[in-house]
C-alpha cells in the first residue's frame, strides 16, 4: 500500500492557470483540479516530463499568484487524449503559501 505523502488538505477547485515551460519560456493555458498550499493538479493535452520546471500564474478568485512549479508525476486520463500532471511549489514564499491556505479554508470550510 502506498503512503500518502501530502501535508496539507486537497481542494477539489476548478479555474484557468498560465503556464511557461522553463526553460524555453512557451506559454500554455490550462486549468486546475485541485489545490493545496505544497502543488496543484492541472490537465494538459502533452504529456509533461517528470521534473520540468513551470513558472505558473494561478487565476485565484481575488488575484493572480505567480509560483514556480516542478512536474512530479504525469499520467493519460482514462479514455481521453489528455494528460493530468502533479505539480510541486518550489521556492515558494511564505505570504504565498499563506494565501493559498486561507482560500483552501474558506472554500474547505463553507
Given at each position: 500500500?502506498?503512503e ?61 499568484i ?30 504565498k ?9 474558506k472554500?474547505?470550510?463553507?
Amino acid at each position: 500500500m502506498e503512503e500518502e505523502r501530502r501535508k496539507d488538505v486537497r481542494v477539489n477547485i476548478s479555474f484557468p492557470v498560465e503556464c511557461k515551460d522553463l526553460p524555453s519560456r512557451r506559454y500554455f493555458y490550462t486549468v486546475s483540479k485541485d489545490l493545496s498550499p505544497e502543488g496543484i493538479r492541472i490537465i494538459h493535452h502533452d504529456f509533461l516530463a517528470e521534473g520540468k520546471l513551470l513558472r505558473l500564474n494561478l487565476n485565484l478568485i481575488s488575484k493572480v499568484i505567480g509560483l514556480k512549479a516542478k512536474v512530479v508525476w504525469c499520467n493519460k486520463e482514462r479514455f481521453s487524449e489528455r494528460y493530468y500532471a502533479g505539480l510541486k511549489f518550489v521556492e515558494i514564499e511564505k505570504e504565498k503559501k499563506e494565501e493559498i491556505s486561507q482560500l483552501l479554508n474558506k472554500i474547505y470550510n463553507s
